[in-house]
């Protein structure tokens, strides 16, 4: 493997210097930074991945290949397009950067306006009056939002020098309708290519270790793949606890009104509903895929055990989704709404306040997705393995995503107990723990595939010193995490 080649070794080391730098350092804050800083971000981003990968190209042409049919190289290109492109849409404005404060001033006092409106009651004298004066706050608030999308499109374009190339692009966009077509690319391309860098990252240390080959691709896939989606959905619950999706009552709080998040948010089902229709997607296209990695695709025993995994998980996020269908809710209650209605003209005030939702149900509380997670823990925690090292890896992982169900569980009593009663993140303190859980879990979870079991006894190590490793990780990703959150929020106070 290129790990123990001797050749060039200070050029691998600063292209993987540089490369960390640009995908875990510049590239989140690039992402979220909301504010005039995020050009030259991601400028710096750009400069350092090509500076990483033309060291990488020089690094291969220099040595010996060691890995034939690799894939990192190509994605490593398909990143490199990405990110010249994620930086030339840059020059798209986003209309949620340059607001002025008398644009929301405007659509402050509509708003109030129309709810003065709303609470009076005025006579048949008036109506034709306030009429008139309807129609004429109408015309001004009309001239108002004119004149704040020439204001705002005004502010947005100053951060290009006036008479400049990109001043002169930006312009054109916004005038054509292709600015909406760019502003909707840009937003796929910064989610994108969060997880494009993670591969990039995962691919280059499978090849510079020598992971993977012959039959252990597809052991080192399914451990990869998986960990990688708890992973990836531990930091999501982290940075929803810190308040993101909030405008999707995704943040344990109350969904804010469709006039202040617009019908796309106030739409969206439940994070739990999200959750189940994953595991499952995931149990019906993982039936098949157990016993790949068998000489002739031979069932054993084990292969087995995996596809009841995967039922569990079918039949499970099935059940998860049901449960947080509101259709379904309302049509289990429809023999005593039909029983209530037949004597509604006898039900007295009291009785038609029992029919009212408890406010429990005015927040997602379905325990299903813990379930699953908390019996996958359990049973991989009991898994049989072919030897010590990776029976305790395995126990390690499965008792972590265990103890990160629990704090789930934790979080839905919390919430039934006391449910929210703002839009604002409630935060319960028990979805930090789970968070933890879940990104450890994941780390462990990639890191105890055949091959590094192997490594592992090669060189007599234990388990526990992967466990310490991965949860030093951990909590260095959770508050880097933190951190870059924190830009944003101060990046949107700036502007």
């Not at 960390?20 to 030259?40: D, H, K, M, Q, Y």
């Not at 880097?480 to 990046?491: D, F, S």
Request: proline letters at 4%; glycine letters at 6%; charged letters at 15%.
């Amino acid at each position: 493997s290129y790990f123990h080649l001797e050749q060039h070794r200070s050029m691998i080391t600063a292209h993987i210097v540089l490369m960390t730098l640009a995908w875990i350092v510049f590239l989140p804050v690039g992402n979220i930074a909301n504010s005039r800083a995020r050009l030259p971000i991601q400028l710096i981003f750009t400069t350092t991945n090509i500076l990483g990968a033309l060291l990488g190209v020089t690094y291969s042409r220099s040595t010996p290949d060691l890995y034939e049919n690799q894939k990192h190289s190509p994605i490593a290109w398909a990143s490199i397009v990405f990110s010249l492109l994620w930086l030339a849409i840059m020059v798209v404005p986003n209309a949620s950067i340059d607001k002025q404060p008398y644009s929301k001033s405007f659509h402050s006092d509509q708003q109030s306006y129309e709810a003065l409106l709303q609470s009076s009651h005025p006579s048949s004298s008036e109506l034709e009056r306030e009429d008139q004066d309807d129609q004429l706050h109408s015309d001004i608030f009309d001239e108002a939002d004119d004149t704040d999308e020439k204001l705002d499109t005004r502010g947005r374009f100053s951060q290009f020098p006036k008479g400049s190339f990109l001043s002169r692009v930006t312009a054109w966009t916004a005038s054509k309708s292709l600015f909406p077509a760019l502003r909707m690319l840009r937003a796929i391309l910064d989610r994108i290519i969060l997880i494009l860098g993670f591969v990039c990252i995962v691919t280059g240390i499978v090849i510079y270790t020598g992971s993977f080959r012959n039959k252990n691709i597809f052991n080192g896939l399914a451990h990869t793949i998986k960990g990688g989606i708890f992973f990836w959905y531990g930091l999501l619950t982290f940075a929803r606890w810190l308040g993101c999706l909030a405008d999707f009552g995704w943040a344990w709080n109350l969904r804010p009104s469709k006039a202040l998040v617009g019908s796309r948010a106030a739409s969206m089902p439940s994070f739990e509903f999200i959750e189940s229709a994953t595991m499952c997607v995931y149990g019906v296209t993982n039936v098949w895929l157990e016993h790949l990695s068998n000489p002739g695709g031979k069932w054993e025993a084990r292969d087995l055990e995996h596809v009841a995994i995967a039922f569990l998980f079918f039949g499970g996020g099935l059940i998860g989704v049901l449960l947080s269908s509101t259709l379904l809710r309302n049509l289990t209650t429809t023999h005593l709404r039909v029983r209530l209605g037949r004597g509604i003209d006898s039900n007295t005030a009291v009785d038609l306040e029992t029919l009212q939702p408890d406010e429990q149900q005015q927040v997602s509380l379905n325990p299903i997705p813990a379930i699953l997670v908390f019996l996958l823990g359990f049973m991989m925690s009991s898994h049989h393995q072919h030897s010590q090292v990776s029976s305790m890896l395995h126990m390690l992982w499965g008792k972590i995503f265990m103890a990160g169900t629990l704090a789930r569980i934790a979080t839905y009593a919390l919430l039934y107990l006391r449910p929210p009663t703002s839009s604002l993140p409630s935060r319960p303190p028990t979805e930090v723990i789970a968070s933890f859980c879940m990104i450890a879990g994941g780390l462990l979870l990639m890191l105890s595939n055949t091959d590094m079991i192997e490594t592992l006894e090669y060189y007599d190590l234990d388990a526990m010193l992967v466990f310490t490793i991965v949860l030093a990780l951990t909590a260095i990703l959770m508050a880097w995490e933190v951190v870059c959150l924190a830009i944003k929020g101060w990046g949107q106070r700036r502007e």
